[in-house]
């Protein structure tokens, strides 16, 4: 994903330049960046990796009303999807469905930059 390309598409778009985007939006597109990076260049995700990926996608979707939390089910690492109301576990991702998730939020931080620069012009 080549961000600097994004941003030129939808500033002109939306009527605007990239030079109109405000400052917090490039820092979000930024961060989502760097994040996306990282996933994609890793075959292999170790457990420290994942919760850093975890607490980062946690920052994003606070507002959403759920969040995630790594465990272990006995000697397996897995990824909890949990209602911040409630604090009941909506979902459970064993490791096949986690690196299954992990490829595909690459898709979703392009889609994810465009909602935000769509959202804020």
Known sequence: MDVKKIRSEYGNLLGTSANSIPENIKNTINELKMMQNSVVSQKEITV?????????????????????????????????????????????????????????????????VGFILKKHF
């Open 48 to 112: 420290e990796e994942m919760q850093k990926i975890i607490e980062s996608i946690n920052s994003k979707i606070k507002d959403l009303g759920i969040y995630l939390a790594f465990d272990k089910e006995g000697n397996i690492p897995v990824v909890k999807v949990i209602d911040v109301r409630n604090r009941k576990v909506v979902k459970v991702f064993p490791p096949k469905e986690i690196t299954d998730i992990v490829r595909r939020i690459n898709e979703v931080f392009d889609i994810l």
